[in-house]
């Protein structure tokens, strides 16, 4: 069983940079694909980004550079670095793996105010 706990996120400028850590657990033996969604107040939830098992990253057009993903393979944490942050970006960003139907993080709110 999969289990995926967030960290990160919170209040910042614009033109700023937050980073969200997204924690595996669970009887996993090997690194898993971890997609970012995020939801903006009253709206639907976007995919982001992704990470594949080998460390491939995607990025949606609207975080090509400027989030970047990583993965620590020894914490099996995966890490969402969002830099030049908009206000377009406030939202809550979810990690997951597997999809709609699988397994999901608890969200984590990003407010880019000035």
């Known amino acids: 069983q999969v289990q995926l706990v967030q960290s990160g996120g919170g209040l910042v400028h614009p033109g700023g940079s937050l980073r969200l850590s997204c924690k595996i657990s669970g009887s996993i033996s090997r690194p898993l694909d971890i997609a970012w969604y995020s939801q903006p107040p009253g709206k639907e939830r976007d995919w982001v980004a992704s990470?594949?098992?080998?460390?491939?990253?995607f990025y949606s057009d609207s975080a090509q550079d400027r989030f970047t993903l990583s993965r620590d393979a020894a914490t099996k944490t995966v890490y969402l670095e969002m830099n030049s942050l908009k206000p377009a970006d406030t939202a809550v960003y979810y990690c997951?793996?597997?999809?709609?139907?699988?397994?999901w993080g608890q969200g984590a709110q990003v407010t880019v105010s000035s």
């Open positions: 997951n793996n597997g999809g709609p139907q699988g397994t």
């Open positions: 990470i594949s098992s080998l460390d491939n990253a």
